[in-house]
């Protein structure tokens, strides 16, 4: 499932996803992450959430709800590095739900990728 909050990741147009997010993607749009995941969690038995961008203290605690109930987790977060991460205090705890990270880094027009797992950039 795709909590797509501002119509970002999926694009959705007369209810098609612009992009290819998979044929058995549930998607909630127009909706804020919060509330989207929450929904999605009870009515769409979802293996997996997706949501772009996390925000605020309201967005991690639907996230851990997810997590707390065996949901997988995908997301974004603005942050130059992993010690950035951690200064940031709504998101104290984000370390700790997800198994891998992948930290991306723009040079020029290229883009440098470093996956690093979760006790390994946070330990």
Same mark, same amino acid.
């Given at each position: 499932?795709?909590?797509?909050? $501002?119509?970002?990741?999926?694009?959705?147009?007369?209810?098609?996803?612009?992009?290819?997010?998979?044929?058995?993607?549930?998607?909630?749009?127009?909706?804020?992450?919060?509330?989207?995941?929450?929904?999605?969690? $009870?009515?769409?038995?979802?293996?997996?959430?997706?949501?772009?961008?996390?925000?605020?203290?309201?967005?991690?605690?639907?996230?851990?709800?997810?997590?707390?109930?065996?949901?997988?987790?995908?997301?974004?977060?603005?942050?130059?590095?992993?010690?950035?991460?951690?200064?940031?205090? =709504?998101?104290?705890?984000?370390?700790?739900?997800?198994?891998?990270?992948?930290?991306?880094?723009?040079?020029?027009?290229?883009?440098? =990728?470093?996956?690093?797992?979760?006790?390994?950039?946070?330990?």
């Amino acid at each position: 499932s795709i909590a797509d909050e $501002r119509g970002e990741i999926a694009a959705l147009h007369t209810g098609e996803p612009g992009f290819d997010v998979g044929r058995h993607t549930d998607i909630l749009e127009g909706c804020r992450k919060s509330e989207a995941v929450l929904m999605l969690l $009870r009515a769409m038995n979802p293996e997996v959430i997706a949501v772009d961008e996390i925000t605020d203290p309201e967005d991690m605690a639907a996230l851990r709800s997810a997590a707390n109930c065996g949901v997988a987790l995908l997301a974004t977060v603005h942050a130059e590095n992993e010690d950035e991460l951690k200064k940031r205090e =709504y998101y104290s705890g984000l370390c700790s739900m997800f198994d891998v990270w992948i930290f991306i880094k723009k040079k020029g027009i290229e883009r440098e =990728y470093r996956i690093m797992k979760a006790g390994d950039a946070f330990d």
